[in-house]
């Protein structure tokens, strides 16, 4: 029986890693925005929980049937009311004797204990994070806990919304109770599973976001930020093959409105941060250096590419152009990389346009 529950796992652990990349983005906006920096511990509580929850829905709903036609064998109700029913199973398959201590080992070999165990175990992990990072009180903890079990449930009563033409499993209320009771456990057990990790209230008490280093994944979300805004005009550029129309967008957007703006396009401002220079307000000659280097000469070397003047020129013209722009990636690639490991995250244009970003 415990080989049923290693398929879903594994499958819980193959899948995730896409599943966390969709949610990253999404996930550091929000830490961002409403935190003003990124905190460890609960990047270790959002992904684990979210890990937690994939694993709990497979084990819900995997094996899945080999056909949509689940109907054969069609049974006279899906759906269990009886309370306890999981007891009268116990009491009637196992094989211990109260009396003879020897037979309890038996228990970990019994179909209807591990199941039963099973069922409380799937909502003890959901209990712990609705007390140690949500702060729910017992009832609330609880009714939590008994609506993922009814949306569990409701999910294989209905064959995945659907998606099967019957039920491949039964509506049980016995699952109900147990996965009910498993979230009470966690919630009451808590505290001691979390005695090695800070309280979750005091994670942002001792920050200063003055002091707070602005790494290079903040400015990269802010960057993505950026292009879902400008993904209408860079298509056109793409369409039109025109430097004009490049050098436009990224003057307008990068240098006009962070002037205006004092520093920031909407991508900064989403993750609350801003280009700075010497003075209370950033000035046009910094912005002028600062992203003439970065979009007009990193950038606009690679734009270049798709420029309908470069693509008319000779085989050897255009292998020239493609050569130029590898040689000043690579070198910007092997200034940047070393940065990411070292506390100074001042890139040279930065330090010739005398800018940087900080917490707003």
Wanted: positive net charge.
């Amino acid at each position: 029986m415990l080989d049923a529950y290693w398929l879903p796992i594994g499958y819980a652990l193959l899948t995730f890693p896409m599943l966390a990349f969709l949610f990253t983005l999404p996930f550091l906006v929000i830490q961002y925005r409403k935190y003003g920096y990124l905190n460890k511990i609960r990047v270790l509580v959002i992904y684990s929980l979210l890990l937690y929850l994939l694993t709990a829905l497979y084990l819900v709903i995997l094996p899945l049937p080999a056909t949509r036609n689940t109907c054969s064998g069609l049974r006279e109700s899906y759906m269990s009311w009886i309370p306890f029913q999981f007891v009268n199973d116990f009491l009637r398959e196992t094989g211990v004797r109260f009396a003879e201590p020897s037979t309890y080992l038996r228990l970990f070999r019994e179909r209807a204990f591990l199941q039963a165990a099973f069922n409380v175990l799937l909502l003890v992990p959901l209990g712990v994070y609705l007390r140690y990072y949500f702060r729910f009180g017992p009832v609330k903890a609880i009714a939590a806990a008994f609506g993922l079990s009814l949306f569990f449930e409701i999910t294989q009563v209905t064959g995945l919304y659907g998606i099967y033409m019957c039920p491949y499993r039964l509506f049980d209320v016995d699952d109900l109770m147990l996965n009910t009771l498993g979230g009470a456990v966690g919630y009451a057990a808590a505290p001691l599973l979390t005695k090695l990790l800070p309280e979750a209230r005091r994670l942002d008490e001792r920050v200063d976001l003055k002091t707070e280093r602005i790494g290079f994944t903040r400015r990269l979300v802010a960057l993505q930020l950026d292009l879902l805004v400008l993904l209408p005009l860079l298509a056109l550029f793409m369409k039109q093959s025109s430097l004009v129309i490049y050098g436009a967008v990224c003057f307008g957007y990068f240098i006009v409105l962070p002037y205006v703006t004092n520093g920031r396009t909407l991508g900064k401002f989403i993750v609350r941060i801003r280009v700075k220079g010497k003075g209370p307000r950033i000035r046009l000659h910094e912005l002028l250096i600062r992203y003439g280097v970065l979009y007009g000469a990193i950038g606009g070397v690679n734009a270049a590419l798709f420029d309908q003047y470069v693509r008319g020129l000779p085989p050897i013209g255009i292998a020239a152009c493609f050569l130029t722009a590898g040689l000043v990636d690579l070198v910007f690639a092997v200034h940047a990389a070393p940065k990411l490991f070292r506390k100074d995250k001042t890139l040279f244009y930065e330090r010739w346009s005398r800018t940087e970003h900080e917490i707003v």
